[in-house]
Structure formats: structure tokens, C-alpha cells
């Protein structure tokens, strides 16, 4: 049978419906998803050493199990092990967290066993080995691959599924680069590229392979990014003054004085803005380092000059307090803002709408309700988007098609490497916060073991009655998970009992919007004392008196959120504290908390987080509106963005033809266009 990329896996011999449920879980379904799940190392099973042989390293052992397997739980870790020998000597086989091997290892048993040797207390181990059956013909003159796997799954079966689509892929499979391109950049074909990056006979074969699947990732990604995307080279924005006198007027307004890298950043700022190409640039600090002040001043200069501009930012709490911002600042210079989310009321929102249209707003300030369908601008003139990696490429470019050619600010906390931000926004320059407001203290942060939570509270109730505030923040949690997580009702019930003489209160995403900020304007004013709440207050929020934060499950979050909720308090010139939970028993996340608490650097943490999630997740979804990019390594393909950038631009001029223009386009989309939309804020 000739293979059909859109198969499903179930297809495939040796998968039926469970193994297809446990591959969905890895994002594959069909035969397309499975080759281009790639491998995360290899194994040279050339040839089959006797123990007494191997050295330490990459090894093939062909053994007898000695007894059956046995499976212990050691800090937190579930342990299978088993004995096995051949003639020459005998060594230990080791899985953690697969208990599902035992299966495999029964006393007598001869197999194959693929892995790593090391010589650990005293005997040689072999951990997570790969078993095959010994004459199997995955073992020859090719490298077997080690796949990125979920609980349930080996490596074998994965194996021959992905062995079984190779082998019945036609050798003249439809390639996604036009031949052209091939050659032009001594690319190989698809079909050799799929077999070398699967099952490579050497080095060589692999780093071609390796090379290809980049290049056409890097492409189709930009190209996808492109057609989303109206923005070009050398369109022509909106050349605005940013007056000095506007300037210093707001400057005067403030309660405080600018950093000196805030100062700086603003004289970017403006000397884009008067350029008639549109301003593309990234303002990057780290939480706290005062990215809204520099916001204000962007939407003061285009609406000072009869231009509007709009603020967009990911969560209805966030738009809120920065209307807020806005409007005590730029009302008294005269400036018009309006309030646009989805937690309004028709009436509300449709009286907004009309007056956005007619130009009466000049700064609106909103979430993704900015964007939606029915909102006009009269000249919108600048965009910034706050958090910009809480939102989707189309997103993004949804906001700057509303108005021609806009000049746009983005500003994030979290940094990402340079090459990812050359593909998600071109040439984009970049501002960097390096610098703190003065009088802040670094925040001290605890892990607090289970059995002192009730200190942790005493110290939260005192906390309060001596005038600090406190949130407690809880993750979100599906129902059926309530018994691993504590939702935020439980916690606030704890709360409430044990500090009674305190204002609490309980804020969750499910409430209206309005609830919600008149509950977090309470809290600001200091009616409410402690603040139990869901990961709604994850970002920006921004509120000085509170100057501790608790974290209930922080196992659940990743560094860089954590690092985000740390940065809602040390806001000012207290002293500030944060507690993380360390969860129940022995637990594997353990680890990472503690790195938590003694690193307070936003870069280090984030670094820290690629090092441990790996790009996939890292740089999925949540942290960038990118897709899952499976090939590209992040860290050092700046050379290749921009080769491929330079491949399209000539595509998009019909360079190459128009059918390889239009053959790439739709390959584009079809790998990448859904995952565009489907790229949705929480
Ligand atoms: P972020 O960069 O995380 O968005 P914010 O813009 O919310 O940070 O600013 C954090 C806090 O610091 C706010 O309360 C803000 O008013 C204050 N702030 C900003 N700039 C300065 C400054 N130059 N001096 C003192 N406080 C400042
Ligand atoms: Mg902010």
C-alpha cells in the first residue's frame, strides 16, 4: 500500500485503539504527525558488544534476564529493575517512572538492550534501556532513534510504527520544497531526509537531514507568518512629532521619576515614531521594571496629534487597571480612553464602538475585544500589546490590520532568544529595561514544607493586621483533578478559618469582569486584606501595598509563570516575600521550586525553563503564539532565519515560479494555519 500522509495511526500494524489514544497524547494522529515526530537522540546499534567488552557509553548488549524485573518507589520515583547477564559478565537494568517494563523482563529471557553503560555504586547500570529482540532488524547498519515518549509507550513500538511508514513511502513522495529551492540551498530530498532524521546510517546522513527538515520549517513557518500577516518592508506609517512639550507634560504627571533605561528606551521610542516607516519594536524588562509608563507615552503621541491608538493586553483584569492607568494620566492632558473587553455589557460596548469609530476615543484600551469583527478605528495609528507572548501571531497581526500600517510596541517579560524573534516579527529592534526602579528589595522567597502551612498562615495573618496585604494564588483546576491540586474555594475556606479576623477575599476567572475589578479595586484600596485567588493575577496586575504572595501547587507552573506571580509583589520599597507549597511526599518538582526560590534574575529563570521543558513547550503556545516547531533548535539558527527569509521574499515575488510559490503557500498553511487560529488567549 503507498503511504498517505494523512493516514491515521491506527492504520499503521501494531496500533490499535489504545496505542492510537497514547500517541494523540504526543500530538500525533495521523502518519505526517508521527514522521514529524522527531527523534531526541540516537543510539549506534551497529554491533552487539559482550558485557566484558563494551566500554561506558553507547552500548548493545545482548543478555539473559536473571530473575523476574522488581518495581520500588525511591524519592518519588518509581523504580523497575532487573538482573541480567551474558557469558562475559552481568549488569543491572534500570527504568524510572516506566513500571510498564517488568512486563518484558522475565527470568530467562534473552533480548537486546540498547542504552547508555555507566558504572554507578559500584556495578554497571544501564538506565531506561531500549529492549529489542535479539536478530531484530531494526539492529544493522543504521542508528536507532530515541523518541520523546508518554507514560505507556516504548521506544520498540515506536520503532516499528515509524520503521513500517518509511518502509511504504514511495521513494518519489511529494515534496514540500519546489527542486529549485533544493538545489539553490543543497538541500536533500524529503524522502531521504525522513529516513536520515529517523534512522540515519551516520552522522553525515543525519546533519542532512537535520539541515533539510530546518530549512523547511523555517520557511513554511514564515510563510505561513507572511500570509497571516499584511506587514512588509518599506510601507509607509505615520511620521509623528512626539512633541517635547507633550512629553514633558506627561513626565510631570508622574509620580516618580524615569530609570535611566526607561529614559533611554523612551528616546527610541519617539525617534521611531517620527520616522514615516512604522515603528516594530520590542520592549523587554523584567517584571516590574516599569514597561507601562512607556506604554502611556505611545498612545499620548499619536493621540495628542489626532491619531488613535490602542492598547491591547491578554487577561479583562489587566485592560482594566490599564484604563485605569491611562486615564489618570492622559485624561488631565486631555486625551479621550475608552474600556473595550468582552465582559461588557452590550450597551456599553456598542456606545463604545460607535465612538471609536468617530474618532471621539483616541487611546482604547482593551483584550482581545479590540480586535474583534465588529470594532472600527478612525486612524488607528499606534498598537501596543502588553504580555505580547499571551498572544497569537494572527492576533498580533489582527490589531495592526486595523489600522495602515500602525506603529507598534510590544512589551514582554519574558525573553526570548533572537532568533525567534526575528521569525515571529521581522526586523524588529529591540529596548531593553535593564534597570529597576530605585528602592526595590529583592523579594525573599521560601519553600514551605506541608506541615508549616499553619505557620505560613500566622505569618500571613499578622502580615495583614500590620498593615501588608497578601495574595494566595491557586492554579486552575478541572474538577476532576481536585483531589491533586486545591482549588481556590478550598484554600479560601482554609484562609478564612484560620485568620477570622481578616478581610479575604476570592477572586476566580469564571467571575464577570466587573466582580472581578471591583474585588481587585477593593484590594487596592486595603478593604480586603488577603487576596485568594486563581492564576487570573498571573500577569501585570499591579497593586504596591501587596507585599506577599503565596503559591498553593506551584509544582503546576512552569518557571516563568512563577516568576511572573513572585512579580506582583516588590513592587515598592518594602520588603517583600513569597511562599511556594512544596507539594506532598517526594516530588520530582521539588527540585525546580528550590531553584526558584534562590534565583530571582527573570533571564536566569527563564533559561533555566527552556533547559528543562525544551523548546517544544518552552516556545509553544502559552510562552509565544508560536506552534510546536519540531526541527528547529532555537539557540543558533539565526543564520538559517535569515536564509530562508531571503528564499521567501524571492518566493513571494514568483521568484521560483508560481507553482512552487503556491505549492509552498498552502503547505504553508495547511501545517501551520490552524494551529494560527486555533492559538487563543486564556
Ligand atoms: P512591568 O514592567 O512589570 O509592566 P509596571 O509598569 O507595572 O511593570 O511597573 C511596576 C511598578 O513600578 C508600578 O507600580 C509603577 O508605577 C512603578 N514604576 C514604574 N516606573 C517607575 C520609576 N521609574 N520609579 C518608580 N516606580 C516606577
Ligand atoms: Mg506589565
Redo the contacts with the bound molecule.
Sequence with gaps: MALDFQTSVIDIKGIGPARARLLRKLGIESVSDLLRHFPRDYRDVSKVTAIAEASLGDAVLCVQIRHNAHTFRKKGLTITSAQANDKTGSVTLIWYNQPYMAGNLKQGATLLAIGRLEYRFGELQMANPILESPGSSIIGERWLPVYPLTAGLSQRLMHHAVAACLHDMPKDIFDTLPEEIRQENGLCGLYEALWGIHFPKNAEELAQARKRLVFEELLLFQAAMASVSSRERNERGVPLACSNEKTEELLGKLP????NA?KKALIELASDMRKPAPMNRLVQ?D???????LALFVLLWAASEGYQAAMMAPTDILARQHCRTAERFLAPLGIKTALLTASQTQAERSETLERIKTGEIQAVIGTHSLISKGVEYKNLAACVVDEQHRFGVSQRAALLNKGVHPHVMVMS?TPIPRTLALILYGDLELSLLDEM??GRQSIKTYCVPQDKRADMYGFIRKHALSGGQAYVVCPLVEESEALEARSVEQVYDDVAKAMPDVPAGCLHGKMPGKKKDELLQRFEKGEIRVLVSTSVVEV?V?I?NATLMAIESPERFGLAQLHQLR?RVG?GETQSYCFVMLPEGEHAAKGRLEYFAKHLDGFELAEEDLRLRGPGQFLGTRQTGLPDMKAVEFAGNVENVQKTREVLQKLLKGGYGERAGKAVMEAAMSRYGKAFDEIAMN
Design positions: 516618580y521619576e524615569l530609570t526607561q524588562g517584571v516590574g521594571s516599569g514597561k507601562t509608563a517579560a526602579p530605585p501585570g499591579d504596591r512579580g513592587r
